[in-house]
């Protein structure tokens, strides 16, 4: 065998994630290979030209909570990452009017006297509880989980640091962030807020992406999870990637080819290779064979383990846990190519709201309804939709005077029902186009001749998502962000470390902590632990030499 | 505070529920003097619908330490055995749970009845772990740990954290993960959905509104499971509420019925005692409340509570949604194959989890569910007044208000919802009726004066309990008013009929009065 199928380090999948960990190793000086089934890198943070002249952030589609400490780490500007930030969105109505938000305190002050003056002093309120709850948990995304069951030394000081700063918190504090943690989206809003549009403009960050609705418990945790976001600095803020959020990929796949990392497409990792309890490499689909003593699997953590390596390898016990782990896909996604810039009558002209996100669920009820729908298998006839339209604000996204528009769908299930029988072979022709009209229907509704702008549509099910990026029932967090699935039980409770009962192996994706959303946090973390376990080895050898 | 020594402090407890009387009674045996006040005719509560009948079926997790307080023992309390459960198959292929035998009821085995057996041990085990924070006021969290009284709470955290400790490892990080899950995945990760594993989802559901798969589900499975099996009061929940009004009133603690607390008497910010819908104030120094948080707040007037106080009071869920139902029958009804074993059982109308979660969404917009899932009860009456059978269901996931509003059509709706379902199984069953009635959560309201008609007070979920319960920064009894203390099931550790509340609410008021109590 060759020197150059050796490496010191493999990353299966080249999504943010897996890239993310890819540059950290390669900057510490280990030679990398990449391995990605598609053609082109990213997994779910891409750019596509689907129809020509139009380019599709046919997956992720905003950028919120890219971590600054990564950006920074990586010099991802340099590489050419730019985020341009949005500043509102809005909710529009059945009967023509609306709800903007605005990231201007003024404005958004404004805007919720206009609809429930009472409402004004109930935000403020909200806001800063959220906030508040935000400060706590944001350094906790870029550290390791502490093992409270079985503590190592250095368990120890992390759970003596969460200690302290629950103790920082104080009582009434401590006492509300348990209640932020459990409580429903919708029960908490209900405590500050009373007009119901304004309730249900800001719950949809509750329940995107996951297999809950606005009032079940939890959610109101998912919600923060898209209020930690970040764009130069701006707490709170979101934006787009200039041109496309393939814009992310591309800046961290450039990063780490300067470190002078290796790539290799088109063909997946059919299987990893273990010997005696450690990893030895990978065997691809088209027959290559890498070796490394470190993998790190981009994939989720039940594509991993029941997929890609041998169940001789892996006690039963883990097996059976990542069995159960919950990863259930409900969103779906339409990425829509336009003729023109749509109208929406209730809107003033040319308002800066509609840069942003777009929504048209009125109340709670609504949205709960719509999850309804998804618990019994179908997809909601009345679905929750976060429309954007990039191209105003990016011009590289479409033609000169065409537009962009990316449909966020939430519910649609993996395995539609069809006589009593759930099988993901339910999404044919006919299913998609009906999951299809009923979201451009209810489009249609707040913003009429919408349809006779659609140039092309590309419509994207649960299953399209797992087929093509290779997230298992087309979740997009690799799994639910439920708390029995969150901090040191993510992914399988004992090895919330990124580390896995195969030496050598580690998780680098969203299924290890923190969870799903283009953060590449995971990635990080995974990449300090994988370059500590090296450190110590190096050690280990140096003391065994000199012996 | 200065006490007159000559004189023993005074308390006042509002509601003659199991959890005021456990309150009494602990005051008593710490030589304060008690008046328990209840607007109803009877002792009883939740348990008999204030004195008018009965509201829950069986016994199974009151609690020996307030019990002890009572100065009962648990033979004192005339229960049966452990009922046995039916549960109702949508196949007809019913299942018998007797103990550790689970069986169809052709007696034939239940192939999964090892695994149901040791999901339950499962949760025995974990559900040991958490029965000390059950017995005491929650842990202050956070700084307020760190100062002398904090340290009982360490205590208390540390013999939750030992019993921890003496689960084997994967045992622990078990529990860590599922603590906060949902029943359904639970359950279902382990049993095949049908009637055995909807059993034990409807634990977790019972009087509750959260669905099956809400994260949390598993935290009210767990309370439920820390008690023993489920039992049967002989003379039914009427006679166990009126021995256990005798065991208070043998502590020494009065007992006035027809009193309605009118009012709480607040001097100088602090209560001075109860006022009666009679106009009659009773002098105290201290009141006990095991009405819910917000009838309470009312009593004492909100201008005594900060705004804080007042939303988070507010804002509490405590919409009840379990009904009752009673069906006067003219003969026993009769399945086949469980003949003779009907009387007395536990007959669960829940077939599969599926149909549990089905039944639970119809409530959330304040619709009358189609298909309910209930538990039942059938005694055969004893052929007076109470006719030749009695059949009882508590039916869940029935709307507080609904949309149509409790008009006499939706009520015959729910009625006949129920016994169309259960007719399935009893052919004849709707011929047998010869008089109906039904408590919805609003009636239930009216009855007891529980918040929303609410089995719990107020609902039993994460984000309501332990420390948050019944809001934050009022979890260990004191309400902010000095001298008021909550002591009914929305206080920690919350409802059913464990008489934990009470009892750990009347330690509490104790201690507070500090060295003015004689023992």
């Not at chain 1, 919950?326 to 339409?334: A, E, H, Q, Y």
């Not at chain 1, 549509?457 to 979740?475: F, I, Q, Y």
């Not at chain 2, 202050?140 to 760190?146: F, P, Q, Y």
């Not at chain 2, 507010?314 to 029958?329: I, V």
């Amino acid at each position: 065998m060759s020197r150059s199928d050796h490496f010191d380090a493999i990353v299966a999948g080249g999504g943010h994630n897996g890239l993310t960990a890819a540059c950290y190793m390669a900057r510490a000086g280990m030679r990398v290979l990449v391995v990605e089934k598609n053609d082109w890198l990213g997994g779910a943070a891409v750019s596509r030209e689907l129809h020509a002249g139009w380019t599709y952030s046919n997956c992720s589609y905003v950028c919120s909570l890219l971590r600054p400490e990564v950006v920074r780490d990586l010099d991802l500007p340099q590489h050419g990452l730019q985020v341009i930030p949005y500043t509102g969105g809005a909710t529009f109505t059945r009967d023509g009017d609306y709800f903007a938000y605005h990231s201007d305190h003024r404005a958004l002050e404004r805007e919720i006297a206009r609809l429930s003056p009472r409402d004004v002093e109930g935000y403020e309120r909200f806001s800063i509880a959220v906030m508040r709850q935000c400060r706590f948990i944001r350094p906790l995304l870029l550290r390791t989980p502490p093992d409270p069951v079985a503590p190592r030394p250095r368990d120890v000081a992390e759970l003596v640091y969460l200690l302290r700063r629950f103790h920082d918190l104080g009582p009434r504090e401590t006492g509300e962030a348990m209640r932020f943690w459990t409580a429903s989206v919708g029960d908490y809003l209900d405590g500050f807020i009373e007009n119901p549009l304004i309730k249900a403009h800001l719950a949809g960050s509750g329940i995107i992406g996951t297999g809950l609705g606005v009032y079940s418990p939890g959610t109101a945790y998912v919600l923060l999870h898209h209020y930690m976001g970040d764009v130069d600095g701006a707490v709170g803020a979101w934006g787009f990637a200039r041109g496309g959020m393939g814009a992310v990929s591309g800046a961290l796949a450039r990063a780490f080819r300067a470190a002078g990392g290796e790539v290799v497409t088109c063909s997946g990792v059919e299987r990893i290779l273990v010997e005696n309890g450690r990893v030895t490499g990978v065997a691809l689909a088209n027959g290559d064979t890498y070796r490394a003593p470190v993998v790190a699997s981009g994939m989720d953590v039940k594509r991993t383990f029941l997929g890609h390596v041998e169940a001789q390898h892996l006690p039963d016990d883990f097996l059976k846990a990542v069995r159960r782990f919950k990863i259930r896909g409900s969103s779906g996604k339409i990425n829509i190519a336009l003729d023109a810039m749509p109208r929406f009558p209730a809107a003033p002209e040319d308002a800066s709201f509609l840069s942003g996100d777009l929504h048209v669920s009125e109340s709670l009820a609504e949205l709960e309804r719509a999850y309804d729908d998804w618990s019994v298998g179908r997809w909601s006839a009345e679905p929750y939709v976060d429309m954007l339209i990039p191209s105003r604000i990016d011009p590289t996204m479409a033609p000169p005077g065409k537009h962009m528009m990316t449909v966020f769908v939430q519910y649609a299930p993996y395995d539609p029902e069809r006589d009593g029988r759930r099988d993901p072979a339910h999404w044919d022709e006919a299913a998609r186009t009906a999951f299809a009209d009923a979201v451009l229907d209810r489009i249609e509704r707040v913003s009429p001749g919408f349809r006779d702008l659609v140039l092309h549509a590309e419509v994207r099910t649960p299953v399209d998502l797992e087929r093509e990026v290779g997230l298992t029932e087309g979740n997009i967090f690799q799994g639910e962000l439920t708390f029995d699935q969150l901090l040191f039980n993510r992914p399988v409770p004992g090895y919330a470390d990124y580390r896995t009962p195969v030496k050598g192996l580690y998780l680098v994706g969203s299924s290890a902590h923190p969870g799903g959303g283009v953060m590449a946090a995971p990635g990080a973390n995974a990449a300090r632990e994988i370059l500590r376990d090296a450190r110590r080895l190096d050690r280990t050898e140096r003391a065994f030499r000199a012996a | 505070m200065a006490f007159d020594h000559n004189r023993r402090p005074r308390a006042v407890v509002i509601g003659a529920g199991v959890n005021g009387l456990a309150a009494a009674a602990t005051l008593a045996a710490r030589g304060v003097d008690v008046t328990v006040v209840e607007r109803g005719r009877g002792p009883g509560g939740m348990m008999t619908g204030a004195g008018q009948g009965e509201l829950g079926h069986f016994v199974w997790n009151l609690h020996p330490a307030a019990l002890a307080e009572l100065g009962l023992g648990a033979a004192d309390l005339g229960l049966g055995a452990e009922v046995a459960t039916v549960l109702l198959a949508a196949d007809g292929r019913h299942v018998v749970i007797e103990g550790e035998a689970i069986s169809f009821a052709d007696g034939t085995p239940h192939p999964d009845a090892a695994a149901y057996r040791a999901l339950r041990a499962r949760l025995a085990r974990f559900a040991a772990v958490l029965a000390p924070l059950a017995t005491a006021a929650p842990p202050r969290l956070g700084s307020g740990m760190l100062n002398r009284a904090g340290l009982s709470d360490l205590a208390q955290l540390a013999r939750t954290g030992l019993g921890l400790r003496r689960l084997p490892r994967d045992a622990r990080r078990e529990f860590l993960r599922v603590l906060l899950s949902n029943a359904a995945d639970l359950v279902r990760d382990e049993l095949p959905d049908g009637p055995l594993a909807a059993s034990l989802v409807f634990d977790a559901i019972l009087g509750g509104r959260a669905a099956p798969g809400a994260p949390g589900t598993v935290l009210a499975l767990l309370w439920r499971h820390a008690g023993g099996g489920r039992r049967r009061p002989a003379g039914g929940m009427a006679a166990l509420a009126r021995r256990i009004a005798g065991a208070a009133e043998a502590r020494g603690v009065t007992i006035r019925y027809d009193a309605t607390a009118a009012g709480i008497e607040v001097e100088g910010d602090r209560v001075r005692g109860l006022r009666l819908g009679s106009g009659e104030v009773i002098a105290a120094e201290m009141v006990l409340s095991s009405l819910g948080a917000m009838p309470t707040l009312r009593l004492a007037g909100p201008a005594h509570f900060d705004a804080e106080a007042c939303r988070r009071i507010r804002g509490l869920r405590c919409e009840g949604t379990t009904a009752r139902l009673d069906l006067r029958l003219a003969e026993m009804p009769r399945i086949e194959g469980l003949d003779g074993r009907l009387a007395g059982a536990r007959l669960l109308l829940a077939p599969s989890v599926a149909a549990i979660e089905a039944a639970c969404r119809p409530v959330k917009y304040g619709a009358i569910p189609a298909s309910p899932v209930a538990e039942v009860l059938i005694e055969p009456g004893d052929g007076g007044a109470e006719g030749p059978a009695h059949l009882s269901a508590l039916v869940q996931h029935v709307p507080y208000a609904p949309e149509c509003g409790w008009t006499e059509a939706a009520r015959e709706a729910l009625a006949a919802a129920v016994i169309g379902a259960l007719g399935t199984h009893m052919p004849g069953l709707p011929g047998l009726v010869t008089e109906s009635r039904l408590a919805t959560p609003r009636d239930i309201e009216t009855m007891t004066g529980a918040p929303g008609g609410h089995w719990h007070h107020a609902e039993l979920a994460a984000d309501q309990m332990l420390t948050l319960r019944p809001v934050n920064g009022m979890a260990r009894y004191a309400s902010s008013l000095p001298g008021l203390w909550f002591c009914g099931a929305g206080a920690h550790p919350g409802g059913d009929i464990t008489g934990l509340p009470g009892r750990n609410a009347a330690l509490a008021a104790a201690a507070d009065l500090g060295q003015g109590v004689t023992r």
